[in-house]
């Protein structure tokens, strides 16, 4: 069975640092890329980042360009994104998915998400 789960969401004040987790199991990890999607109450699916299988290819949104990072630790099999500079619109929650595209129909497995709150 496929898992996916999130960690390290929180509070985190205006240009501040914070390191989200996504282990997962259930799966050859090795074997696939995988992403970051958020979504705001009320708003859409936004993809985040993502990240090949071997993390040699590495995508960002355009508003998160120089402020995330995305890695990815096979031997853990754990997916990691470290946001810096948050802003308060970055608060949505965060979900870790398996895959990186196209459409959102390619991402089949979700885990259940870690919010996270900007706050001053």
């Known amino acids: 069975e496929v898992q996916l789960v999130e960690s390290g969401g929180g509070l985190v004040q205006p240009g501040g640092s914070l390191r989200l987790s996504c282990a997962a199991s259930?799966?050859?990890?090795?074997?696939?890329?995988m992403s970051w999607v958020r979504q705001a109450p009320g708003k859409g699916l936004e993809l985040v980042s993502a990240?090949?299988?071997?993390?040699?290819?590495?995508y960002y949104a355009e508003s998160m360009k120089g402020r995330f990072t995305i890695s990815k630790d096979n031997a853990k099999n754990t997916v990691y994104l470290q946001m810096s500079s948050r802003k308060s619109e970055d608060t949505p929650e965060y979900y870790c998915?398996?895959?990186w595209g196209p459409g959102w129909g390619s991402y089949y497995y979700w885990g259940p998400g870690a919010p996270v709150t900007v706050f001053s």
């Open positions: 990240i090949s299988w071997n993390g040699g290819s590495t």
């Open positions: 259930g799966f050859t990890f090795d074997d696939y890329a």
């Open positions: 998915s398996r895959g």
